[in-house]
């Protein structure tokens, strides 16, 4: 087992891991501690109701995604064609850092209720 082997199995726990949090955060109406910064004090957020309602959906896409990207490399299913299997690292990594600011401007606008 080789280290994109190992990285391809952490992406994808990554991905199980946020779709499993979003479904949560769903289902219990409570705001999990890993899409909030360290030490804040989710019980004073301004808008936590609209906060999982926006984020929802980005979260679950993004764990959606991956997990899919995480398991297509650990298949090796493009190790034959390296220009596809890098296309997909840049996807996912594109992808990852437009959540996160998806994510802070979420936390400005419904924790702290800065526009």
């Known amino acids: 087992m080789d280290f994109g082997m190992i990285l391809d199995l952490l992406i994808m726990a990554c991905g199980v891991y946020m779709v499993y949090w979003a479904v949560q955060m769903k289902s219990s109406n409570k705001i999990p501690a ?48 390296p220009w596809i299997d890098i296309g997909l690292r840049i996807v996912v990594m594109a992808i990852v850092m437009g959540y996160g600011a998806i994510l802070m401007k979420a936390q400005r606008k419904y924790l702290v209720g800065l526009k």
């Open 34 to 81: 890993m899409l909030v910064g360290k030490g804040f004090p989710v019980n004073r957020a301004k808008d936590p109701e609209g906060f999982i309602k926006f984020t929802f959906p980005f979260t679950f896409g993004t764990g959606i995604v991956l997990f899919s990207a995480g398991l297509i490399g650990a298949l090796e299913i493009f190790v034959l064609i």
